[in-house]
């Protein structure tokens, strides 16, 4: 067990719906990362927070957002879903937003788009 | 052209074999090499971490980096049916960088260990 949690572990909604994931990082990590994993795509870095505050961002689609609350949860959201963004969503977390630190993965949200 | 490349395969090696993983990279921004095991409807678990050129240790597992060829490694030795897993590489570049954050991977290697 990672220590981060993700809910719902799976999501099944229709195009042009809107769906949220949640992610509680490890006790004491103040930076959190999310990930799409697809067949053809594999993990594909979406963006990361770090104490509250956006650090870095992947190729995450206009479409997609995600913010990082001050109990240190973090949430991304998915709006005008296609059924090209069926896949593996997962979080992350570090001791901090520095490159020198592991990063620890949940074990995802499986988002399937009808 | 991927800034990491990894062979899929699938690999299938019989119990007690010496399995061999590797990845190829682009980048000379690339400083920090992980490996990640991740089993079905798991995600990735972190199994080795290090920013140095050269071998680490970790139980059966090794992991080598040679920077000069932009080539790392996971070596497995006396290997388990547990092992069975897709192994992923994922690399970071050096904390100035703008994505410092960000981990890039390897497409993964599907590995069976049969008994």
């Known amino acids: 067990d990672s220590g981060v949690t993700q809910t719902p572990k799976h999501l099944i909604t229709a195009t042009g719906q809107r769906v949220t994931l949640r992610c509680s990082p490890r006790s004491g990590d103040l930076s959190v990362y999310w990930y799409q994993q697809s067949l053809d795509q594999g993990l594909q870095f979406l963006i990361q927070y770090y104490n509250g505050e956006e650090r870095a961002k992947g190729n995450i689609l206009e479409r997609f957002s995600a913010q990082q609350f001050p109990d240190l949860h973090s949430e991304l959201n998915l709006s005008s879903l296609e059924l090209g963004d069926s896949a593996l969503y997962f979080c992350?977390?570090?001791?901090?937003?520095?490159?020198?630190?592991?990063?620890?993965f949940g074990d995802g949200t499986r988002l399937s788009i009808l | 052209q991927k800034e990491v490349e990894q062979d899929p395969g699938p690999l299938s090696v019989p119990e007690g074999a010496i399995v061999s993983l590797n990845c190829t990279y682009s980048n000379s921004a690339f400083q920090y090499f992980m490996w990640y095991r991740q089993y079905s409807r798991k995600g990735p678990e972190l199994l080795m971490y290090?920013?140095?050129?050269g071998n680490k240790e970790d139980g059966r597992f090794t992991a080598q980096v040679d920077k000069s060829s932009k080539y790392i490694s996971l070596f497995i030795r006396d290997s388990q049916p547990s092992d069975s897993a897709t192994y992923l590489c994922?690399?970071?570049?050096?904390?100035?960088?703008?994505?410092?954050?960000?981990?890039?991977f390897g497409q993964g290697t599907i590995l069976t260990v049969h008994p």
């Open positions: 992350a977390s570090s001791v901090s937003g520095t490159s020198n630190q592991p990063q620890h």
């Open positions: 290090t920013y140095s050129s």
């Open positions: 994922a690399i970071k570049e050096y904390a100035g960088g703008t994505s410092y954050g960000k981990l890039t």
